[in-house]
């Protein structure tokens, strides 16, 4: 769990950065020592929509999110804890949380699988511009198929954001 404007739950994507104690002293002496926070990088987690939360995510996003269609988003279904909903991490609002920092940062005993965890990272080398990530094409021209035929978009291709 992390908390930003509000608690939500998110997925920890980076552990910690480096820190120097050489440095640590001298940060700490000049009144900087927020320069090396060990913090982690979260990917938070929004709702779907739903009878309780009609401002989440609609079905056909979540069909199609879950089909990696969608670069910026990563589906998460529901968990049998009570406080894992279904929901779509953001890869598109990465935030750093300083861990030591106990109403910030909250470890949940639940982890994404194995597999899950290297398609989320496959998905977030894509979005630092990685030019090669074969399993995730080939996971998205499989998964394609699972998307119901009123919910497909017209083209499935990513579009790049035009610069200006």
Known sequence: MI????????????????AFSDVDAVLRS????????????VAPLYGVQGPDHPRG??????????????????????????????????LDRLIPVVPKDPAAYEPLPVALSDESLSVLMAQLRLRFDSKQEPEIETLREVLADTVPVNLR????????????
């Open 57 to 90: 995510f609609p079905e056909i996003m979540c069909r199609r999110i879950d089909a990696l269609m969608y670069s910026q988003f990563f589906y998460c279904p529901a968990n049998k804890l009570p406080e894992i909903y279904e929901g779509v991490a953001r």
């Open 3 to 18: 908390q930003k404007a509000k608690r939500r739950l998110a997925i920890v994507v980076a552990q910690y950065g480096t």
């Open 30 to 41: 000049a009144g900087k020592k927020h320069l090396q926070e060990r913090n982690v990088i």
């Open 153 to 164: 978009p017209p083209s499935v291709a990513p579009q790049p954001v035009s610069g200006g």
